[in-house]
């Protein structure tokens, strides 16, 4: 009897280890890896402020004849210098297109791409409207003394900036980038400029010119910008971003002529006298939101493969 239970016993064991063997090996879950949403081509909207940073127009007057007296020397004086606008925050609005490239590398979630964008600018425009008076501002070709009073005035500002940028960003988590921006940067520029000027003879002389100029200069101005923002995705296809730019786009110049109109007794006496050229350096600041429209119809940010 002892001899037929540990037969069974045996047979047993043996049918339970060749069951145990026949049945499939259970293997752990391969880790989660990112779906790269965020490659493929994307266009949006975009909003937001703008302001320049740059507020000083440098003016240099030279006079057209000879010989010059102290007076001369002084009217074209006034109309040089550095001369101070007042600046104003301006809205910005336009689009932008896209294409992301979502790259994995070395562990790390890196996105690469390109963006241009193109938007219209109002508001943040630069005024000034200055007066000065002078009493005694040198004297003319008879020894007369002249007094002045003069009015500078005029404005800038862009109306269209647009620009072409790359950019390098990395994913904090599957749905939110954060990137740095730069590129070329080119916009429309407008400035006009007024001179005007009464220059009264003291004496009994009574030679008085009335003097003025103006210019309107439109230009195309092209530089360079950097920034950087953030963007989350937070639908498959739809996507919201905030973001900073630096723009400099140089200098703009120019330049206007300055007639003098004589009355009183120098009635008729009428000439060009002068010409001021002009420069100033256009940069400025943009801090915008944006919505972007993604054309990969990205899945879900996690697949977990088993």
């Known amino acids: 009897m002892k001899t037929i239970k540990a037969a069974a016993s045996v047979l047993l064991l043996s049918s339970a280890s060749a069951f145990a063997a026949d049945l499939p090996s259970i293997k752990s879950a391969p880790a989660p890896t990112p779906t790269p949403m965020w490659t493929g081509f994307y266009a949006g909207l975009n909003a937001g402020g703008t302001w320049e940073d740059n507020n000083t127009l440098h003016a240099s007057t030279a006079l057209l004849f000879t010989p010059q007296n102290t007076a001369d020397l002084y009217t074209a004086a006034a109309f040089s210098g550095p001369r101070y606008f007042s600046k104003s925050l301006g809205f910005i609005g336009g689009g932008q297109v896209g294409y992301n490239f979502q790259l994995p590398v070395y562990g790390l979630n890196f996105v690469t791409g390109m963006e241009a964008d193109f938007q219209g600018l109002t508001g943040a425009n630069e005024n000034i409207n200055r007066w000065y008076s002078t009493p005694y501002a040198g004297t003319g070709n008879l020894g007369n003394p002249f007094s002045i009073t003069h009015n500078i005035q005029g404005n800038g500002g862009l109306s269209w900036l647009g620009t072409v940028r790359g950019r390098l960003g990395y994913v904090i988590n599957p749905s939110l980038l954060i990137y740095g921006t730069g590129g070329l940067a080119y916009g429309g520029y407008n400035t006009n400029i007024e001179h005007m000027m009464n220059s009264v003879d003291t004496s009994s002389t009574s030679y008085n010119f009335l003097v003025s100029g103006a210019t309107n200069n439109s230009s195309t101005m092209v530089g360079w910008t950097a920034g950087g923002g953030a963007e989350w995705m937070f639908l498959p296809n739809l996507s919201v971003k905030a973001e900073y730019l630096y723009y400099d786009l140089g200098n703009t110049t120019g330049s206007l002529i300055n007639y003098a109109y004589g009355y009183a007794n120098a009635s008729g006496m009428n000439a060009m006298v002068s010409t001021t050229n002009y420069s100033q350096r256009i940069n400025g600041n943009i801090v915008r ?18």
């Open 289 to 306: 939101a944006g919505v972007n429209y993604h054309f990969n119809f990205a899945s879900a940010p996690v697949v977990a493969k088993f």
